[in-house]
């Protein structure tokens, strides 16, 4: 039988944010920036491996940019172009 106080804090627990590293927020923030939640854990993958500040600032320019629709691909596009500018972080 399962106790009523263990689902309660389950249910608690699948609400809150899991996030303990930088470049989780990170990733988690330009999803939000670039209105693609879809694809969350990519931009936190790009966190992990490339400077945080480089990506934000990408981030923030597209997300700034009225005429785009689509600024997940953009920001996927002009990354690919710039990628070798942005340095890798060190692990």
Same mark, same amino acid.
């Given at each position: 039988?399962?106790? #009523?106080?263990?689902? /309660?804090?389950?249910?608690? @627990?699948?609400?809150?944010?899991?996030?303990? /590293? +930088?470049?989780?927020?990170?990733?988690?923030? !330009?999803?939000?920036? $670039?209105? &693609?939640?879809?694809?969350?854990?990519?931009?936190?993958?790009?966190? #992990?491996?490339?400077?945080?500040?480089?990506?934000?600032? $990408?981030?923030?320019?597209?997300?700034? @940019? +009225?005429?785009?629709?689509?600024?997940?691909?953009?920001?996927? +596009?002009?990354?690919?172009? !710039? @990628?070798? &500018? !942005? /340095? !890798? @972080? #060190?692990?």
């Amino acid at each position: 039988m399962i106790n #009523k106080d263990y689902l /309660k804090t389950i249910k608690e @627990r699948a609400g809150k944010s899991h996030v303990y /590293k +930088k470049f989780q927020l990170t990733g988690l923030i !330009i999803a939000q920036l $670039l209105n &693609d939640e879809e694809h969350k854990s990519l931009y936190i993958k790009l966190a #992990k491996e490339y400077d945080n500040q480089k990506l934000l600032s $990408l981030a923030k320019d597209v997300s700034e @940019r +009225k005429k785009i629709e689509n600024k997940g691909g953009y920001f996927m +596009k002009v990354f690919t172009n !710039i @990628r070798k &500018d !942005i /340095k !890798i @972080r #060190k692990k």
